[in-house]
């Protein structure tokens, strides 16, 4: 059994073809081929909590489970382990970085399936682990023209704009509040631990195209009702995953007995079973949770990498 520390699957694990595999794992789940387990977690006396998720996809042959946990002191730690379709253990992987990527590569399918053809101004709040991702991601599913972003912290997102301007192909602009960031916007990203919403509705232009990344705990929200409610086409990575730890969502449909009629699932809309973006004028969202079926998809690419090199 192979382990693979954190560096080497970043090394074996380039962004777009973490889009790639992302986008094949959608059309194996709506093709019946994959299965996934929403996360379920373990509170622990110690204030540290234990993540699970799991997932098969017998078009590639792998199985396997993300593990991870969290404190408020020492932080996540993320290890996946992946298995052969006999059952077989296949690798360890260090799982971090690969959360990350796999992260930004599920919203790079949902920019290239609902955004706008044409659009290229991005509005990005957060500066943090999941940001970073996010907007390489982006820039991979679209052609940016500006880039704009929003931290609390005004070193940070300073820090942010020079760093990633590169990845962007544009000059990030950093501004000084939510707002100013997503006015105006082609896409707007948000990539928070936030509790309370950031990105209000009265903000968002016709046509605007939402990744909320941030938030996949009940109690954690970054959208108001506004913003979810404005959406002519709301899509989750499982819908399932969401009535438990879509805080957005959660809280957005609580009078609204009939608003999970109108959620539909990332893997359908990428197969063709549901139709996307219908006009320029729709206003998209896309509520990621994070599918362990992503985790196993891109860790059994870098096991594979890995083997071969080997070889």
């Keep these: 059994m192979l382990v693979l520390a954190e560096s080497r699957v970043r090394e074996l694990l380039p962004m777009a073809k ?23 977690r373990l509170q622990l006396g110690s204030s540290a909590t234990l993540h699970t998720m799991e997932a098969v996809d017998l078009a590639t042959g ?3 489970a993300k593990v991870y946990s969290t404190h408020p002191q020492t932080g996540a730690h993320f290890l996946v382990l992946l298995y052969a379709a006999d059952g077989r253990p296949l690798a360890l992987l260090e799982a971090n970085a690969l ?19 044409e659009a290229g101004v991005v509005g990005l709040i957060g500066t943090g682990f999941q940001a970073r991702t996010q907007l390489e991601a982006v820039a991979l599913a679209r052609r940016l023209s500006e880039v704009r972003v929003y931290s609390r912290s005004e070193a940070g997102r300073k820090q942010f704009a020079a760093e990633m301007s590169a990845v ?24 928070t631990t936030s509790r309370e919403p950031v990105l209000l509705g009265e903000w968002l232009s016709e046509g605007v195209h ?10 954690r929200r970054e959208l108001d009702a506004a913003a979810v409610g404005r959406a002519s086409l709301v899509v989750a990575d499982s819908i399932e995953q969401s ?22 699932e990332l893997a359908d809309v990428v197969s063709g079973k549901c139709a996307g973006r219908r006009s320029d004028r729709d206003l998209t969202l896309f ?14 690419y870098v096991y594979q990498a890995a083997t071969e090199e080997a070889s």
């Design 168 to 191: 962007a192909g544009v000059e990030i602009a950093p501004v000084d509040s939510a707002e100013r960031a997503i006015r105006g916007c082609d896409i707007a990203i948000t990539a």
């Design 18 to 40: 973490a889009i790639e595999l992302v986008e094949s794992s959608f059309r194996h789940q709506a093709g019946g081929q994959a299965r996934n387990q929403p996360r379920r």
């Design 210 to 219: 939402i990744n909320a990344v941030g938030g996949n705990h009940a109690r």
């Design 62 to 64: 792998f199985l396997g």
């Design 99 to 117: 959360g990350q990527i796999r992260t930004g590569a599920a919203s790079g399918v949902a920019t290239r399936f609902l955004a706008r053809a």
């Design 243 to 264: 009535k438990i730890e879509s805080g957005d969502l959660l809280a957005a449909f609580e009078l609204d007995a009939g608003g999970w009629d109108r959620v539909v």
């Design 287 to 300: 509520k990621s949770n994070g599918l362990a079926l992503e985790d196993i998809a891109v860790a059994g």
